[in-house]
């Protein structure tokens, strides 16, 4: 069972500041997908990256899956409080039918 | 607005009670998973269906737990005998089986064995 590590555990910024979680693992995934949770409610997916080198954005989250698609990272720009939640990375193996892994988590704190 | 709905939102019980976690998948999807989460090991896969069958329940503890889907609309998650341990966040989460595999996420049903 590959290992996805989350950094960093703890985020807290103040509105307006940009910031930057991680996802690694030392296993190759044919698909990596971002999460967002709020208290109280289930994990929202936010975007699938299937391509290493891939980026995509949506609206003001930026993700990069890495070229060896071992690796990815959510960029936020100009952090407001509706950011505010836990933030999961899931990956799937390249021999998986379809299983995803998850990471433990990043929590981000944006504070008006 | 289609949902995944989960009953109950909360469970509190005895050691030893059985526990039924009941989900609803979105209509037309032929995925559902069930995964439980906690502070401490975060979100684990339980189990996942395909079309109504097993296809993984090697998450599950054996002995205690099982996984059912009777028909399309509902999806059953039972613990018998349940145990202090079991205390978590379960959730459901349903999809088309793409190769995307998009998992919806029910609201989740919190469980406190006492």
């Known amino acids: 069972t590959q290992l996805l590590e989350q950094s960093p555990q703890f985020l807290s910024i103040q509105e307006g500041e940009n910031l930057t979680v991680y996802c690694n693992s030392s296993s190759v995934f044919s698909s990596l997908q971002w999460y967002r949770q709020e208290p109280g409610e289930g994990p929202v997916l936010l975007v699938t990256?299937?391509?290493?080198?891939e980026v995509k954005k949506l609206k003001r989250l930026t993700f990069q899956f890495g070229d060896a698609r071992k690796d990815s990272s959510l960029h936020i720009t100009a952090a407001q409080p509706g950011d505010t939640g836990l933030y999961l990375c899931?990956?799937?193996?390249?021999?998986?039918?379809?299983?995803?892994?998850f990471g433990a988590g990043t929590q981000v704190v944006v504070t008006p | 607005d289609a949902r995944v709905t989960q009953t109950p939102r909360h469970k509190v019980t005895e050691m030893g009670q059985e526990v039924t976690m009941r989900c609803q998948p979105i209509l037309g999807h032929n995925t559902v998973f069930w995964y439980r989460q906690t502070m401490m090991q975060g979100l684990e896969l339980l189990a996942y269906?395909?079309?109504?069958?097993?296809?993984?329940d090697s998450g599950m503890p054996k002995d205690r737990f099982s996984a059912e889907m009777p028909d399309a609309t509902l999806a059953t998650l039972k613990i018998q005998p349940s145990e202090p341990r079991d205390s978590a966040v379960y959730f459901c989460?349903?999809?088309?089986?793409?190769?995307?595999?998009?998992?919806?996420f029910g609201p989740g049903t919190r469980l406190t064995v006492l």
């Open positions: 990256v299937v391509t290493g080198g």
């Open positions: 989460a349903s999809g088309y089986g793409s190769s995307y595999n998009e998992q919806f």
């Open positions: 269906f395909r079309n109504r069958a097993p296809l993984d």
């Open positions: 899931a990956g799937r193996a390249t021999d998986s039918w379809g299983k995803f892994q």
